[in-house]
């Protein structure tokens, strides 16, 4: 039978120091479990459910987790791995992310006495000579171990001082909630690490690291961002959740079971049908047993039988008494330029009705579209009313 620290350590790529969570875990109180997040994005994808799991296994044997919405720290800015800085945001827009976090996250954490939720702005809106003091502590020999920063300044690429900050930042939250264990992905152990330095610099036990896997996004390729598109989004409505499942790469199969699921691939489906069973449990998961099985079936509809969905947005059509321009309605109702919906009408892919759109003529009477059903590739379909 394994013991708490074996089983809290499943799917984890490292915990460290070697010993330290047993002896963590052998003090016989709860623990205080701590992650930042930064509300740099409106939305939670299942890539951050992988580290939420986890913390809800530590909330499952009775420990305080910790979330941290990184408020002020998103205002700094943590490239993590990219090439340049995030955009910077309004207090506004980072209010209202946080609260979207908040309120995603707790579709995987316990929402009680176990969860403690924190804002980094109570301590990090420090005064200056309290900021002298804390990075007074920390070199810059220290900040360039970091392998972003290192090979930006290998390639001759500019660092402002502001993101050195960002890993003291982090670090410092550790010290501010007294943080027992720190979690994170693989691409945040240096600032793991700094917590660990911070505290011992403040006369704290410095906390256990334990980094999670990156989930590779839809593509296969990188990890799954938004920055990237090639995320699910939590509450991405469930016919997408199981379409966009549908898609990730045959090698992906394993990794998305364990991290996802917690389980294995079973071995007795092919690759297709072992993506359909992920995709229904993803969507039982996060909305219903009920809406996976109807988002099976719609996918099958569209997708297989070659059906129009059962129920499609409307577009408005303005009928100004003359004809419309087809590029121009495809490229307001879809999106995009009308150079591109030229392109996507020589090449088939608009289809009217569920025939291919003809080319030729641009112009048509308005009064031949109302009530059609226009589809751009073979997921966007929009029903065409006249305004």
């Known amino acids: 039978m394994e013991s708490p620290a074996q089983f809290l350590a499943r799917n984890a790529v490292d915990v460290r120091p ?4 047993e002896k963590r875990l052998a003090e016989g ?71 979207t976090y908040l309120d995603q996250a707790t579709k995987v954490l316990a929402d009680d006495e176990r969860l403690e939720v924190r804002r980094n702005s109570e301590w990090l ?62 691409d945040q152990t240096f600032n793991l690490f700094m917590g660990r330095a911070l505290q011992t610099t403040h006369g704290q036990p410095p906390q256990v690291v334990l980094t999670v896997p990156l989930l590779n996004g839809v593509d296969g390729d990188r990890k799954m961002s938004k920055s990237y598109g090639n995320q699910i989004g939590i509450t991405d409505p469930p016919s997408e959740m199981f379409g966009k499942t549908l898609k990730i790469p045959d090698t992906e199969i394993g990794p998305w079971y364990d991290l996802l699921i917690g389980a294995p691939a079973p071995a007795e489906l092919s690759a297709r049908d072992a993506k359909r069973e992920l995709a229904r449990r993803l969507v039982a998961r996060f909305w219903s047993p009920e809406d996976a099985v109807e988002a099976e079936a719609g996918f099958d509809r569209v997708f297989v039988a070659h059906e129009l969905p059962e129920e499609i947005e409307e577009a408005v059509l303005a009928a100004n ?36 759109l003809a ?24 029903r065409l009313r006249l305004g």
């Open 18 to 21: 070697e010993g330290a969570l």
């Open 29 to 99: 109180r709860p623990l205080r479990v701590k992650l930042g997040l930064d509300p740099t994005a409106k939305d939670l994808h299942l890539g951050h459910t992988v580290v939420l799991q986890k913390l809800r296994e530590f909330q499952d044997l009775g420990h305080t987790v910790v979330l941290i919405i990184g408020d002020y720290t998103a205002r700094v800015g943590d490239p993590s791995g990219r090439s340049a800085t995030r955009p910077v945001l309004s207090p506004q827009e980072i209010d209202e992310h946080a609260q």
């Open 125 to 186: 809106d420090m005064p200056m000579e309290d900021l002298f003091r804390l990075v007074r502590t920390v070199t810059i020999a220290q900040l360039l171990e970091r392998d972003d920063f290192s090979r930006r300044m290998g390639a001759a690429e500019p660092i402002s001082l502001l993101e050195l900050l960002y890993p003291v930042l982090q670090g410092f939250d550790s010290v501010a909630v007294r943080a027992d264990v720190e979690l994170g992905g693989t």
């Open 321 to 356: 008494g003359g004809t419309v321009h087809l590029p121009e309605v495809i490229a307001s109702v879809f999106g995009g330029s009308r150079s591109e919906a030229r392109r996507k009408l020589a090449q088939g892919g608009v289809k009217l009705d569920g025939a291919p």
């Open 359 to 382: 080319a030729e003529p641009l112009d048509v009477d308005p009064a031949t579209l109302d009530g059609r059903v226009l589809q751009l590739g073979k997921r966007h379909f929009r």
